[in-house]
């Protein structure tokens, strides 16, 4: 771990020099208790400030209050050194255990240094290096060799190879030309390339993912709201029973055993519960995104660990996603492609995104008017004084319009003009390589059930499951279908929804655990997600997965190893068998062999 100098270990070291100090003073009373009552008071006065404020907030009873109780309880019986001893450790364990977590931060920090600070702007002839936050959508810049990608964008000149292992996990460069899509915090490799901003500083994937992190932690774990719990009750019963342990024995004619309780009380300290808990919910967290998972909150992990169930869209989840019109099917098909494509204009959807593509001519804007999309069927506009409508077979027969029976593996688009049929449009989509694998993969980590949810037709649904070997699946389904099969799910199984598009977001957010496409995936979908898979890689479902369930077992091993050790410990200090400097060194040595412990997830081998 990386020593860090600051005001804390400043303190430390300043205490500890005076405590060695009043050591070679003993035989002066009075000089040997200033000397131990400045260094008591330099390395715990922020401690007693910290549990005054907890104490106006309504938090009585912590670690903090342990301390506190237990070195003022020793300085009153005249155990001056011990006190001052049992406070310098706590302190010096605080301060290891603040540096392994922050040690662990600026890992995931310099992991995910994705922000570029300038941008080189092309304002006509000239380049210029402005701040990254005066870059505007429509800006063209330019990205030279080696300089990370400011913001995201489409290539227009040049040809360059990509690292962009820091949002993805990949190490495997991409090759980019003229309009392939760059996201910012990509290496750029030895070419010099010229990009059309998509976005800027605020909207750039960089941000959104530096966003995500920083507040990754606002979700908790049951696990760690338990903690939080137990320690807020567990202090006070500790306490309760120190002072049991003082007067109990006195009350049958003994004599007070207040060293013993104080023993008791160091002894019974939970740091190693309330740091190593949260850090190693942290660290899982760390290890994911550095595999290009993004997980938004802590409680992540535990939904990741208890999936039983998988459900997944097909369409930009299962496939690329990047249609291609490969059929056009008409007695006019010029006319066809050009009032689909004017139709289709101000739809985000990939499909009409694939059609406005395979048209060659000019769209003029002024000629679309009363633009209609209809969820889940497609859309309707009037193009040049005519009424066109374009999309599915339901809402051909919707309008009445009687259509062919075409029998085909890609997506089929209809369209009709003032009412009649004019022809249809084949559009094709690839299955992901990152899809073929899946479902081996996630039966492999006991998850058997793994189901298809599609707007598509029967037999594009059925053909693209032979594929991936996804044996149930639900065809020709609406959003609001898709949420209804998914609480079905939900009855039976923990059950994470993995999608992308706008109209997935509703089911991503009834799902126990939602998960969206980072790449090709909407705001909407990405916004309803608690997991969101950079670079659209199905594989990673897996790795996350795994990642959650040895995250979770760290934890639950510190908790067990932190509670029994103390069990034998307190037990110990109960029959007068500990001394308080055994306690602190117990209580400090546990707490960082369960930080050690919890810091393995960023390293281990998943």
């Known amino acids: 771990m990386k020593i860090r100098i600051n005001s804390e270990i400043i303190k430390i070291i300043i205490s500890s020099v005076l405590f060695i100090i009043s050591l070679f003073f003993k035989e002066n009373d009075i000089v040997y208790f200033v000397l131990l009552i400045l260094s008591y008071v330099i390395v715990a006065y922020d401690i007693f400030i910290e549990a005054f404020k907890k104490l106006l907030k309504g938090y009585l009873f912590d670690e903090s209050t342990l301390m506190i109780i237990a070195t003022i309880s020793a300085f009153i019986i005249g155990e001056y050194p011990e006190a001052v001893m049992v406070m310098l450790l706590f302190q010096f364990g605080e301060y290891l255990s603040d540096m392994a977590v922050n040690n662990s931060k600026d890992s995931i920090v310099k992991l995910m240094d994705l922000r570029s600070d300038y941008v080189n702007l092309k304002k006509g002839d000239k380049i210029e290096k402005v701040d990254v936050k005066e870059a505007k959508v429509g800006d063209v810049f330019i990205v030279k060799p080696f300089e990370k990608i400011p913001l995201d964008g489409v290539v227009i000149e040049g040809v360059t190879s990509v690292d962009s292992s820091s949002l993805t996990g990949e190490s495997v460069p991409i090759q980019v030309q003229p309009n392939s899509l760059v996201l910012s915090g990509y290496m750029n490799g030895s070419g010099l390339i010229s990009v059309k901003a998509t976005s800027d500083d605020v909207t750039s994937t960089a941000s959104k993912i530096i966003n995500l992190l920083e507040n990754s932690n606002e979700k908790k774990t049951v696990t760690e709201k338990f903690i939080t719990r137990f320690s807020r009750i567990y202090t006070p019963i500790i306490v309760i029973l120190a002072i049991l342990l003082v007067l109990v024995p006195f009350m049958f004619g003994g004599s007070l055993e207040i060293y013993n309780a104080l023993v008791f009380l160091v002894t019974a300290c939970p740091c190693a519960l309330v740091i190593s808990v949260p850090l190693g ?5 760390g290890r994911a995104s550095k595999e290009g998972i993004l997980i938004k909150g802590s409680d992540g992990i535990d939904g990741l660990a208890k999936v039983e169930a998988l459900v997944l869209d097909k369409t930009g989840t299962i496939t690329e996603g990047k249609f291609e019109v490969r059929e056009v099917v008409s007695e006019n098909v010029s006319e066809l492609l050009r009032m689909a494509a004017c139709c289709e204009y101000y739809s985000n959807h990939p499909i009409a995104n694939s059609i406005v593509e395979a048209y060659d001519g000019k769209i003029d804007e002024k000629e679309i008017k009363n633009y209609e ?5 497609g859309v309707r506009a009037i193009v040049y004084g005519k009424d066109v409508i374009v999309g599915s077979d339901k809402l051909m027969v919707m309008n009445g319009i009687d259509i062919p029976k075409v029998d085909s593996f890609g997506t089929i688009v209809f369209v009709s003009l003032n009412g009649k049929y004019l022809g249809y449009i084949g559009i094709y989509d690839k299955v992901k390589d990152s899809a073929l694998d899946l479902v081996s993969s996630l039966k492999k980590l006991g998850i058997e059930k793994i189901f298809m949810l ?28 898709k949420v209804m099969k998914l609480k079905k799910f939900k009855k039976n199984y923990f059950t994470a929804f993995v999608g992308d598009g706008i109209n997935d977001a509703p089911v991503i957010k009834e799902a126990d655990l939602g998960i969206s496409m980072g790449g090709i995936g909407s705001d909407a979908a990405m916004e309803a997600a608690g997991i969101i898979i950079m670079h659209d890689n199905l594989s990673k479902i897996p790795l996350a997965i795994k990642i959650a369930r040895v995250t979770q077992r760290i934890v639950k091993f510190n908790i067990i190893f932190a509670l029994v050790f103390k069990f034998l410990m307190l037990i110990l200090a109960y029959y007068g068998l500990a001394s308080i400097w055994m306690a602190v060194f117990a209580d400090v040595g546990v707490t960082l062999l369960a930080v050690l412990n919890a810091l393995r997830i960023m390293r281990k081998k998943i």
Do not use: A
């Open 454 to 481: 599609s707007g598509d037709n029967e037999d594009i649904c059925r053909k693209v499951c032979e594929k991936v070997n996804i044996s149930e699946y639900y065809s020709k389904l609406l959003p609001t279908d």
């Open 281 to 285: 919910f942290f660290c899982g967290v």
């Open 373 to 377: 999309e209809i969820s889940g069927y």
